[in-house]
């Protein structure tokens, strides 16, 4: 059975750091990409960042430049490193991947940005 299970979440102050991981265990196959999503109260879930399995990223606008998205292939963990927080980067983070035979999820973790 496949599992994704996030770590790294928490309350951090505008302008701090955190760094989600994404810990896969399990038979996985054909994993054609990873990412992070996020789902903010009364908002749809949104692409934060994606990487392919062939290393190419991708990241919403919202967070070019704040946000890097990296996995170890040997510990089958990806991570979202996010620098420069923002209130509005407050939100349930996501872990994916999405493979031939669909989209597997994690349970998500909370990120809160305040001071």
């Known amino acids: 059975q496949v599992q994704l299970v996030e770590s790294g979440g928490g309350l951090v102050q505008p302008g701090g750091s955190l760094r989600l991981s994404c810990a896969a265990s399990?038979?996985?196959?054909?994993?054609?990409?990873m990412g992070w999503y996020r789902q903010a109260p009364g908002k749809q879930r949104e692409l934060v960042a994606g990487?392919?399995?062939?290393?190419?990223?991708k990241y919403a606008d919202s967070v070019k430049g704040r946000f890097t998205i990296s996995r170890d292939n040997a510990k089958n963990t990806v991570y979202l490193q996010m620098n420069s927080l923002k209130p509005e980067d407050t939100a349930v983070y996501y872990c994916?991947?999405?493979?031939?035979?669909?989209?597997?999820w994690g349970q998500g973790t909370q990120v809160t940005v305040s001071s």
């Open positions: 399990g038979s996985i196959f054909n994993v054609y990409a």
């Open positions: 994916n991947y999405h493979t031939e035979v669909g989209d597997y």
């Open positions: 990487i392919i399995i062939g290393g190419s990223t």
